[in-house]
Structures are given as C-alpha cells and as structure tokens.
C-alpha cells in the first residue's frame, strides 16, 4: 500500500481521475497533509466519505520514527530515523537568529566515498524514497511544533548521501516542498548541495524547480580534487565549472560553492589564489568549511589564522564568503559527520 506522504500532486490527481473523482479534491487533499497536518484520512472532513473509505483502502499516512534525539550545547538537535526496513538516517536541526535550518539525508550511506566525510565511509546501503525524504522535514516539525512557532523555516538537502545520486525520488520530494498545495516552501528556502554530478545537473536544470544550488567543490587541483572527491575522475573541475557557467539562475540567485578547509591539503594561500582565479566570472558566494574531525579520520582541521587569511584574501577580490560556523559538533551533527550506522543509541 502506498504511503500517502511523498506521493506526487501530479500521481494523486490521476488517481482520483481514474476514480471518477473530481480533479480539485487533490489540492484539497494536500492541505490536510501539509497544513492542517492530518494524520488520518476521517479527518479530511471536507471530502466525501466515500472517497475517504477509498483513500484508506488504497493509502496509508505514515513519517520515519525518531529512534533518538541528542541535543547539542549550541541549541542544534540532531534526529535519529529507523526507517521500516531497520535502516537508519540522521537529521539535522539547526536554530539561529531569523531562521530555523533542518538538513535533510535522501540516501542512506553514500556512494561518493569523499575521505573526508564520515558518511562517505558508509559506501551506500540504498535510496530514500519521496516519503521518507519529506518524511524527515514532517516528524521534525511536529516534534518541535510547541518549541517555537515556525520549527523550520529552511531546509537544505546536504546530510546522508548525494542528493543527485537519488535523482527521481529527490525530484518528486522538492516539488512537494516548494508545490504552492503542499508545503509551500519557497523555492529561496530550499538548497540542495552536490559533489558535482555533471549530468544530473545539466537534467536538474531543466526541472524549473529553481531551489538554490550549492556545489562542493573543495580542492583548486584535479590531483587534490580527485584524491578526496573520488567523482573528480569522472567530473574534473573543469567539466563541472563549465557546465555550470550556464546554469539558469533567477536574477536575483547565486551559486554556492562550498570549500571544506583541510590542514596542508587544500589551505594554502596558492590555493586561495587558483580558487578566485576559477570562480571568477561567477554570481556566486563562497562558504569556507573548516574540517570537522572524527574519529577513523587523518585529516585535521586548519589553523583559524590560516581560515581567516584564505577568506580575506577572497574578500579583497570582491568574493562574498562565509565562513561557516560549526554546529552540533559535539554530537557528530555538523558537516560531514553524519553516519547514523555508527550511532549508538543509549
């Protein structure tokens, strides 16, 4: 029986076609859901009860169970899903000043094998469907929804596994967020982050989702690149910056490209200088990510004088960049640490 939840607005109204309902019952439909957050069919009261009893017959409404929760000293909470195959994920809530951020996994494990991304170590075990993608941002948000009044403002799709690895399940998930019936996120609010899978992004394009895009980049060399990005033997850097020179951006829209900062691998100030020199041309911004370490790692975090020089020499040659605050590290919840495998529940 399929789940409700991630099933595709396009699917339920052809659905209801073929049942001889009336097509505007799907809008319908997806309010309860996504708005008023209904949890059983009987509740849709708005609907025929005939068509509830069908709905039941051929649907059920279910979100992945929080198995554990750990909250960081910083305020972020990282989630811990068992999916209904035994398999677990991890989410990631992130709140600040002005906005409330969850990371969202779309795989479990990840096949990319980065080496300095603890999910990567996993290999990949499988895909998410649409429903437990969607599913994630749901059961976070009831689970805070008496903490604060609007629990997630943001999401991002950067935590277990590349998004774009789980292209069609990944596509019916963010039509659903930022569909105007569903949950009506803006598309501004939502960022999807890849390693560089050329193909899949010259596909993505085309989907007229507008969603922000933030690249991984992480090395100025194909050596280095290719060396920790094992992808970069199929997308060198300069397939992947070429395709994305002609990426359609709304006028108002950046790129983002994401730099993870590892001691004496990619830091140095040569490295800074081939990086300007290869963004240049771009609407972009920059997020440099100091390395954040774990256990079965040799990498090592750089010298906070060393972060700072490489952003200021950037900055000096009109490059936005950020240099991203690490959250949750104290609970494995921060940028690449994510590995629910390894989570030991108490």
């Known amino acids: 029986m399929q789940n409700i939840v991630g099933f595709p607005e396009e699917e339920i109204k052809e659905t209801l076609t073929k049942w001889g309902e009336k097509p505007f019952h ?3 439909i997806l309010t309860w859901i996504y708005h008023h957050k209904a949890r059983s069919f009987e509740a849709m009261t708005n609907l025929s009860k005939s068509l509830r009893a069908r709905l039941l017959e051929n649907f059920h ?7 554990k929760k750990s909250v960081s000293r910083d305020g972020t909470i990282k989630y811990l899903f068992e ?3 035994g398999s677990d994920i991890e989410s990631v809530w992130m709140p600040s000043e002005g906005r409330n951020t969850l990371c969202i996994s779309t795989q479990v494990g990840c096949r990319m094998a980065c080496t300095f991304c603890l999910t990567g170590q996993l290999g990949l075990k499988r895909n998410l469907s649409s429903a437990e993608i969607i599913g994630q941002i749901m059961a976070v948000d009831r689970d805070l929804e008496e903490l604060t009044e609007n629990p997630i403002s943001n999401v991002v799709i950067m935590g277990m596994g590349e998004p774009l690895d789980n292209y069609d399940e990944l ?3 963010i039509r659903l967020m930022v569909s105007p019936h569903a949950m009506k996120i803006s598309n501004r609010k939502v960022t999807l982050s890849t390693s560089g899978l050329v193909d899949k992004i010259k596909r993505f394009e085309k989907e007229d989702l507008h969603v922000n895009l933030a690249i991984s980049l992480n090395a100025t060399e194909n050596s280095t690149r290719t060396e920790i990005m094992p992808i970069n033997k199929k997308h ?4 992947l910056l070429e395709t994305l020179r002609t990426y359609p951006l709304k006028a108002t829209r ?3 490209f994401e730099y993870v900062l590892l001691k004496e691998i990619n830091d140095s100030h040569e490295d800074a200088v081939r990086l300007g020199k290869m963004l240049h041309g771009f609407k972009c911004k920059i997020n440099l990510i100091p390395f954040n370490a774990f256990d079965r790692s040799d990498f ?4 906070e004088s060393r972060v700072t020089e490489f952003q200021n020499y950037l900055l000096a040659r009109n490059f936005t960049v950020f240099v991203r605050k690490n959250r949750g590290t104290d609970i494995l919840g921060a940028c690449g640490q994510l590995a629910a495998e390894s989570f030991s529940v108490a």
């Open 83 to 85: 999916l209904e195959d």
């Open 254 to 256: 950046r790129l983002t």
């Open 61 to 67: 409404y279910s979100l992945p169970p929080i198995k």
């Open 236 to 239: 060198t850097i300069e397939e």
């Open 171 to 173: 596509v019916k998930a």
């Open 26 to 28: 799907t809008s319908q």
């Open 300 to 303: 090592q975090s750089p010298l």
